[in-house]
């Protein structure tokens, strides 16, 4: 199983790496290795996260040749003659971002959290959870598996806002990963201190996923007591220029949220320049204050989606587990075919998986990894998309 293309360099430019897959040039940034012209590499979000060596790189590369140019074909086919907003939105995702769809592995490592969210399950008032926290080499070796095993190459670590994971033991995963693993780590622990987020960056962590949930600051300080909005969005905003590659985006359905809402909301989002949009629905909780409210509709999600896609026709927009919560049948293929061009899959140990509960009855958490990488790489091939990440393009 393989989800990156190697890539021929072909161009170097101080850190701007040029890299060529099948004729097509894509630039990314390298900040780990020497590199020569002509050598073969891995890129993931935009960063070279490992080099390979011409006699592995020619075979995968050989193996991909035809089913490259195939998926393109079947993608072209599905997203012509857009009829509705949601095909006229998948036109504009393969006419502008072609057809890579990216595949990120998630570890939730621990399900504690220092706040009181109203929204969510993790919330420290919910003593109706069972909390768990995996050990700094358990997370180690769940992420080797994840990569040597599956072959992921992206991995979002994610948590409640647990402060038991201090400076030290953030690094030491982080470290740990990348010692024995080349990938793109994502950070999703919540808002902790600026000092630890540059220190993780200088071991390796290179993308943050930390969601500003809402961009209208009454709601957001009425649905997360004793936070600040501006704070929030100035984290987000320090951790990018400090080189962090930003995932973030905002909740559909909020109580008391307008459709204007919304539409600031996806605004903000690309403000941020993001690696990537990660927007989903609210779901109710019922051990939480938010419980007796109601989740928004498929269809409103899908046209987010749809939306976010013709106001920024070249994003990486997330298909959500919560969105395929929503249905669980059809809703990641929907997504997909309404603009959406990335998607997660839940990497961690099955023990865990459904104590994770920031709402009832996840997607994916029923099936196991390697059931799940199956199904979705079969619907990925159904509607032409290739599970890679290839960069930027030019
Ligand atoms: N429904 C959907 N998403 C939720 N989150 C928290 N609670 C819920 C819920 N009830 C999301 C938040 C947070 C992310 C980790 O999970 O947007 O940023
Ligand atoms: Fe904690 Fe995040 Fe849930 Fe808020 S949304 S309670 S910070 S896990």
Redesign the pocket.
């Known amino acids: 199983m393989c989800y990156a293309i190697p890539g021929k360099v072909v161009g170097i430019e101080n850190s701007l790496v040029t890299i060529d897959y099948f004729g097509e040039k894509k630039y990314a940034k390298n900040d780990f290795f020497s590199l020569k012209i002509g050598e073969y590499v891995y890129a993931q979000g935009g960063f070279i996260i490992q080099r390979v060596s011409e006699e592995e790189a020619l075979p995968i590369l050989e193996a991909w040749k035809e089913l490259f140019f195939k998926l393109q074909e079947i993608d072209s086919r599905i997203s012509a003659k857009p009829q509705n907003l949601y095909q006229r939105a998948n036109y504009l995702r393969q006419k502008y971002s072609g057809n890579s769809c990216c595949v990120h592995g998630i570890i939730e490592f621990s399900n504690y959290c220092r706040n009181d969210?109203l929204?969510?399950?993790l919330r420290k008032s919910n003593d109706r959870i069972r909390r768990y926290r995996m050990e700094i080499g358990e997370i180690i070796n769940t992420a080797e598996y994840a990569v040597k095993k599956l072959g992921f190459k992206a991995l979002v670590l994610?948590s409640g806002e647990d402060v038991w994971y201090d400076e030290d033991k953030i690094c030491k995963i982080v470290s740990g990963i990348l010692k024995n693993c080349a990938c793109l780590i994502i950070l999703?622990i919540g808002e902790r201190e600026e000092s630890l987020f540059g220190k993780a960056y200088k071991v390796g962590a290179r993308g943050l996923l930390l969601?500003f949930?809402t961009g209208n600051p009454i709601l957001y300080e009425k649905f997360r007591p004793g936070h600040i909005w501006k704070e929030r969005v100035g984290l987000i905003k320090k951790l990018s220029a400090l080189g962090y590659l930003i995932m973030s985006g905002?909740?559909i359905g909020l109580p008391g949220q307008t459709k204007e809402d919304l539409e600031k909301d996806i605004d903000l989002t690309a403000s941020l320049k993001p690696e990537m949009f990660s927007f989903?629905?609210?779901?109710?909780?019922p051990n939480?204050p938010?419980g007796d409210f109601p989740k928004p509709s498929l269809e409103f999600v899908l046209d987010i989606i749809a939306q976010t896609r013709m106001k920024y026709p070249d994003s990486r927009i997330l298909v959500t587990t919560?969105l395929e919560t929503l249905d669980k049948i059809n809703g990641l293929r929907l997504g997909l075919l309404s603009g959406a061009n990335s998607l997660m899959i839940n990497v961690t140990p099955q023990k865990y998986r459904t104590l994770y509960e920031?709402?009832p009855e996840r997607a994916g958490t029923e099936i196991s990894v390697e059931e799940r990488i199956g199904y979705v790489i079969k619907l990925l091939q159904s509607l032409g998309r290739a599970p890679t990440d290839l960069g930027r393009g030019g």
Do not use: W
């Open positions: 969210c929204y969510c399950g994610q999703s969601r949930e905002f909740l989903g629905p609210f779901i109710p909780h939480t938010l919560a920031i709402y």
